[in-house]
T-cell receptor, first 113, second 112 residues
Framework: DQQVKQNSPSLSVQEGRISILNCDYTNSMFDYFLWYKKYPAEGPTFLISISSIKDKNEDGRFTVFLNKSAKHLSLHIVPSQPGDSAVYFCAASDPQGAQKLVFGQGTRLTINP | NAGVTQTPKFQVLKTGQSMTLQCAQDMNHEYMSWYRQDPGMGLRLIHYSVGAGITDQGEVPNGYNVSRSTTEDFPLRLLSAAPSQTSVYFC???????????FGSGTRLTVV
């Protein structure tokens, strides 16, 4: 069973507009959530994270929102830039899991000029 | 500062062959993990380690062995390769208390 789900395999957004990537999870024990960005032929790179005690975390153009009651998190990128075109993975960690991460399937974001 | 280094970058194996995927990090990170990435499946945890001499299984450990004799190295061994092990393999490391893992650039393995 997939504990972390990204239901949109792909997303296309115009340059300068807002990109919103979504992620749902089923395990209420998850207490830390992360977003990773991956370019082709490279490893994922850490982008932004949020603890379950918060509902928002912001870093420049990137903001992550967490809705614990809905078991849903989202990543907002504004304004979107061509360099943001990549695959984005959300991940979650269980406090009893020795910092093990559970990843979603990924969403391919394409920013169109 | 090299970060996480994985070798080789590409490998083709015949069914039944064995091999070791190498992973080394120079950041003195305690935690290291191996993931495989398959289309539509995201990254799945194979094995992980919380320190030298300590390893444990992840979500998909069958067919793989690991050991951690030093802080820096965490090799992944395929004992008898199968076509189902065709995948891209990523090694990652981080410090205790930091969930933001640093990933290597990956090894693309094809088993024919």
């Amino acid at each position: 069973d997939q504990q972390v789900k990204q239901n949109s395999p792909s997303l296309s957004v115009q340059e300068g507009r807002i990109s919103i990537l979504n992620c749902d999870y089923t395990n209420s024990m998850f207490d830390y959530f992360l977003w990773y960005k991956k370019y082709p032929a490279e490893g994922p790179t850490f982008l932004i994270s949020i603890s379950s005690i918060k509902d928002k975390n912001e870093d420049g153009r990137f903001t992550v929102f967490l809705n614990k009651s809905a078991k849903h998190l989202s990543l907002h990128i504004v304004p979107s830039q061509p360099g943001d075109s990549a695959v984005y993975f959300c991940a979650a960690s269980d406090p009893q899991g020795a910092q093990k991460l559970v990843f979603g399937q990924g969403t391919r974001l394409t920013i169109n000029p | 500062n090299a970060g996480v280094t994985q070798t080789p970058k590409f490998q083709v194996l015949k069914t039944g062959q064995s091999m070791t995927l190498q992973c080394a990090q120079d950041m003195n990170h305690e935690y290291m993990s191996w993931y495989r990435q398959d289309p539509g499946m995201g990254l799945r945890l194979i094995h992980y380690s919380v320190g030298a001499g300590i390893t444990d299984q992840g979500e998909v450990p069958n067919g793989y062995n690991v050991s951690r004799s030093t802080t820096e190295d965490f090799p992944l061994r395929l004992l008898s390769a199968a076509p189902s092990q065709t995948s891209v393999y990523f090694c990652a490391s981080t410090r205790a208390g930091n969930y933001g893992y640093t990933f290597g650039s990956g090894t693309r393995l094809t088993v024919v």
